[in-house]
Structures are given as C-alpha cells and as structure tokens.
C-alpha cells in the first residue's frame, strides 16, 4: 500500500509543479510590434491623404496647404484692419462634416478664444487666427489637428479627417 500511496503522491506532485521550459509565445517581439504599429499608421495616413486629395480635385475652391496638414479655402474676405490673432476671441458659425458629407457638428454662434480653446478643434483655431470677422472658409482638418485617434468619443469617430465650412462673426473686445 505505500508504494502506491507514494506513487500518486509524486504524480500529483509532477502534475503541480509547473515545466521549467518557457511555453512558446504567440506574441511577437516588442522591436516587431513596434515596427508593425508604425507600418499601420504610415498607411492610415496614406490612406488620409488620398482621402484630402481626391476632395480638394474634385472641390470647386481653392485650397491652401497650411503646411501642417490643414487645407484652408477662402470663400468671402473680408477687409479689416487688424487679423485675428492668437488669444483673441471671436464668435464663429462652423458646421463640422466627416469627408462624406454627412454633419457630424453643427454651431450657430460660438464663442471661442483663438489657439487657447481646448474645445474647438486645433484646425479651426489654426485657420482663425491671421482671418479677419466676416470672413469665411472652408477647412479640410486631418485627424491629427481635429480629434485624433480616439475621435471626442460622442459624435466625431475615431481617426476622422473632417470638412468644416466656417463663418467668422465678430471679434469680440479683450477680456482682462
């Protein structure tokens, strides 16, 4: 009866005691997923870019490369005399569409103050800042400059180039 009795004792002791060989991993090495997450977003923004291009051919504006990815059209200019500029605040009507055409934002009157408004998207306040009140533009934003990645998690999505027609209104006096 003991050697019995030691016998599944030391089966049941082999069968707890993990293999000290490491099990294959299905995950590959960090340098590859490193490298693999940047081949991803290299074609996301390929792909972005073919999206910007084929709508500023197809648009009847003039686009502008603003050199960071924005695209500005200027449809009506106004004349004044100073541009708005950084820490202004201004009045705008934006109506904010992915690159289909269907609205996603819509604003009548907002109030934002330029380049220091964590709620308006960076394209935007990049193309009101040197615009003038009366003013009004079309934008192209690409994704890095609007909401990015995650998109603003309620009617943006995630990686969304976007195209806003914007109206500047006023110029509204300096706040202390």
């Known amino acids: 009866m003991k050697p019995i ?3 599944l004792i030391v089966m049941m002791l082999m069968a707890c005691v993990k ?5 294959p991993s299905s995950r590959r090495p960090d ?34 490369d603003q050199g960071n ?3 500005v059209a200027v449809v009506e200019q106004s004349n004044c ?7 202004d605040v201004v009045v705008i009507h934006d ?9 996603l934002i819509s604003h009548a009157r907002r109030r934002t103050m330029v380049l220091r408004d964590q709620d ?5 306040q990049q193309a009101i800042n040197q615009a003038c009140p009366g003013d009004s533009l079309h934008l192209i934003i690409p994704s890095h400059l609007a909401h990015g990645l995650a998109g603003d998690l309620k009617n943006i999505p995630p990686m969304s180039t976007l195209f806003c027609a914007l109206r500047i209104h006023a110029l509204l006096p300096s706040q202390p």
Do not use: K
């Not at 490298?35 to 686009?63: P, Y």
């Not at 109506?95 to 609205?103: A, F, K, S």
């Not at 308006?120 to 935007?124: A, D, M, P, S």
């Open 95 to 103: 109506v904010i569409q992915d690159m289909y055409g269907h609205v």
């Open 81 to 87: 005399l100073r541009p708005i500029d950084t820490a």
């Open 69 to 71: 990815g924005l695209w």
């Open 31 to 64: 340098v590859d997923v490193r490298e693999q997450l940047i081949q991803d977003n290299r074609e996301a923004l390929a792909l972005e870019r073919q999206m910007v291009d084929s709508l500023i051919q197809t648009s009847d504006f003039a686009f502008e």
């Open 120 to 124: 308006v998207e960076w394209g935007i």
């Open 19 to 23: 293999s000290s060989q490491p099990e």
């Open 5 to 7: 009795a030691m016998c």
